[in-house]
C-alpha cells in the first residue's frame, strides 16, 4: 500500500514535473474547487410527474390525401388543402405580446377619435369629438405667406379630387305614374275657416255671420250690418230711370190692356183677428191700386195701423190722380209720401197712447196704368209677376233680417228656415220716425199676371205652386180662391191676403 506523496503515483499527477521539489510542498489539505454535492435521488412524485406530465412534441404533418381518379367526362371540385402551420416555440400557443408605444406606423390601428380638450378650437362635441371642422395648416417655420397660401391651394386641389360634387341624375323618360288621391291644398289655396263664440249661448259661429244661428245674438261682424243696408237701398234707388225714358205704347196706340183685379183675405186657422188690411181701388184711365198691408204688434194694435195705412196711402193717391190721371206723370213719388206720411202719422201715435206701443205694419203698394207698374213697398209683403213665357219673378225684396242675410251670401235657403230671426223686420211702417221706402219701376206685358200677397201665403205655399196656380187660372177670382185654399189645406199659420191682376 503506498503513500499519496509516493514516487509511485507521481507520473499520473498532472502537476507534477521532473522538476519539481518534493521537499518544498506544502503539507496537503482540502482542495481548493471542492467538487459539487450529489443531487438527491427523485422522490415518488417527481417519478409519477415526470411520467405523466411531458412536454407534446409536434406531430409530424400529414401527407394530403390523394385525389380521386375523376370519371370520364365529368369535373371533380378538390378540396382546398392547409398548409402545415407555422413553426412555434416548442408547439405552445402563446399569448399575443403588446408592442411597445409607436410601434405601429399611423394609421395602422383603428381607435376612436379622442375629444379635444376645451382649450382647442374646432370642437363641437366634448363628449364624442367625432364630427369637428378641419383646422387650419400650422405654418411651418420660416415659410413666406405665399407658400402657406400654396400649400391650401394644394390641400383644396387634393380634397376636390376626393370629394366630388354629386351630379344630378337624368329625368325619367317613363311616364308618371297615374295619381289615386288628389293633392293637398297648399296654404295660398286653403280656406281658412274662423270660428266666434257667442256671448249669450256660447255656441260657435262661423266668423263671418252678423248673427248667432243659435240664439239671433248679434256677432261681432254684425257691425257692418247698417253698412250694407244703406248701399242695398242707394244701389237700388240709383237704378231707378225716369219714367219718360221708358214709357211703352202699344202697338194699336192704346194705353194698355183692360185690367181686371180680384182680392181675397182669410184669418187663417190659429189667429184669431185679422190684422192684413188689402185694397184694389180702380183708378181713372183704366188704372188701378194695389195695396196690401200686413199689421204687427199687441192686441189690436196691428190691425189699426194696417188699416190706417192703407187708407191715408189710398186716399193721397187717389186725390193726386184726381189732380192729374195722366200716365206720363212719374207716380213713385207720390207712393214715397204717401207711405212716409202713414209712417209719420202711426209713430205719434204710437208714441202717444200706450195701448199702441211696438205697433207696425208692412205696406206693398202699385199702381198699374198702361203696361207701367209703379211700386212702392216697405216690410216683407210681396209683388210678383208671372209672364206668359218665363218663371215667376218676385219684383220686391223682403226687409227681413234673414233675407238680407240671405242675399249677401252668409247663411244658406235651409239655415233661413230654421234662424232664430226669421221673422224680424228691419225696416216697417210706424216703428221708427223716419222710413226708407224702395220705389221701382216695371214694364209689363198684356199678357202678364201679378199677385200682391202678404207672407201667411209664403209660409205655405212655394214659388213653383203659385206659378202654377197662376198659369192655370182663366180669371182673378178662380186664381185668388185657389190660393187661400191651399193656404187653408195646410194650416194657415198666419192671416192670408192676395190680390191677382191680369188682362180681361
Known amino acids: 500500500m503506498t503513500t499519496p506523496g509516493s514516487g509511485a503515483d507521481a507520473p499520473d499527477d498532472p502537476r507534477s514535473s521532473p522538476r519539481s521539489d518534493t521537499s518544498r510542498r506544502p503539507a496537503p489539505g482540502p482542495p481548493a474547487n471542492p467538487p459539487p454535492a450529489p443531487a438527491p435521488p427523485p422522490s415518488a412524485a417527481d417519478l409519477r410527474r415526470q411520467r405523466v406530465i411531458r412536454p407534446l412534441a409536434p406531430r409530424p404533418p400529414e401527407p394530403p390525401p390523394a385525389p380521386a ?34 410601434a ?90 274662423k270660428w266666434v263664440y257667442c256671448r249669450k249661448c256660447e ?10 244661428l243659435h240664439c239671433g245674438a248679434p256677432l261681432p261682424a254684425s257691425a257692418g250690418l247698417y253698412e250694407t243696408l244703406t248701399r242695398e237701398y242707394e244701389d237700388m234707388q240709383s237704378a231707378e230711370r225716369p219714367k219718360a225714358e221708358i214709357l211703352p205704347r202699344m202697338p194699336s196706340g192704346q194705353r194698355g190692356p183692360n185690367w181686371q183685379a180680384y182680392g181675397m183675405t182669410d184669418t187663417g186657422r190659429v189667429r184669431k183677428n185679422n190684422e192684413d188690411t188689402l185694397s184694389a181701388t180702380p183708378l181713372p184711365g183704366n188704372g188701378w191700386l194695389l195695396l196690401v198691408a200686413d199689421g204687427m204688434g199687441g192686441a189690436e194694435a196691428g190691425e189699426v195701423a194696417s188699416q190706417q195705412a192703407a187708407g191715408i196711402v189710398r186716399e193721397l193717391v187717389e186725390n193726386r190722380m184726381a189732380l192729374d190721371s195722366s200716365p206720363d206723370v212719374d207716380h213713385r213719388p207720390w207712393l214715397i209720401q204717401a207711405i ?113 200677397c202678404s207672407d201667411g201665403l209664403i209660409l205655405h205655399v212655394t214659388d213653383a205652386e203659385i206659378e202654377e196656380i197662376l198659369r192655370r187660372a182663366k180669371t182673378p177670382h178662380q186664381a185668388c180662391k185657389h190660393l187661400i185654399d191651399l193656404t187653408l189645406s195646410r194650416g194657415a199659420g198666419d192671416n192670408v191676403s192676395v190680390i191677382v191682376l191680369m188682362a180681361g
Open 340 to 452: 212716409e206720411q202713414a209712417n209719420e202719422l202711426l209713430h205719434r201715435q204710437a208714441e202717444e197712447d200706450p195701448q199702441f206701443h211696438g205697433m207696425g205694419t208692412t205696406t206693398t203698394a202699385g199702381i198699374v196704368q198702361g203696361l207701367c207698374l209703379e211700386l212702392g213697398h216697405v216690410g216683407d209683403s210681396r209683388c210678383y209677376r208671372l209672364p206668359a213665357r218665363g218663371h215667376l219673378e218676385q219684383l220686391t225684396i223682403d226687409h227681413a233680417i234673414v233675407s238680407h242675410l240671405l242675399r249677401l251670401g252668409q247663411i244658406t235657403p235651409d239655415e233661413a228656415k230654421l234662424h232664430p230671426l226669421r221673422n224680424q223686420l228691419y225696416r216697417a211702417v210706424a216703428t221708427a220716425s223716419t222710413v226708407e221706402v224702395d220705389a221701382t219701376l216695371h214694364i209689363l206685358a198684356p199678357t202678364d199676371k201679378l199677385l200682391f
Open 203 to 212: 255656441s260657435t259661429n262661423r266668423h263671418t255671420l252678423m248673427f248667432c
Open 69 to 102: 381518379a375523376a370519371p370520364p367526362g365529368r369535373d371533380v371540385i378538390a378540396p382546398v388543402t392547409v398548409g402545415p402551420p407555422a413553426a412555434s416555440r416548442g408547439g405552445i400557443i402563446r399569448r399575443l405580446e403588446r408592442d411597445p408605444p409607436g
Open 104 to 193: 405601429h406606423q399611423a394609421g395602422s390601428v383603428i381607435r376612436p377619435l379622442v375629444p379635444l380638450p376645451p382649450s382647442m378650437p374646432g370642437s363641437r362635441d366634448r363628449k364624442t369629438g367625432i364630427i369637428r371642422p378641419l383646422l387650419p395648416l400650422p405654418p411651418l417655420p420660416g415659410s413666406s405667406p405665399e407658400e402657406l397660401i400654396e400649400r391650401r391651394q394644394q390641400r383644396d386641389e387634393r380634397l376636390n379630387a376626393i370629394l366630388r360634387r354629386l351630379e344630378p341624375l337624368p329625368a325619367a323618360t317613363a311616364p308618371a305614374p297615374t295619381r289615386t288621391t288628389d293633392p293637398l291644398p297648399t296654404l295660398e289655396t286653403a280656406t281658412v275657416v
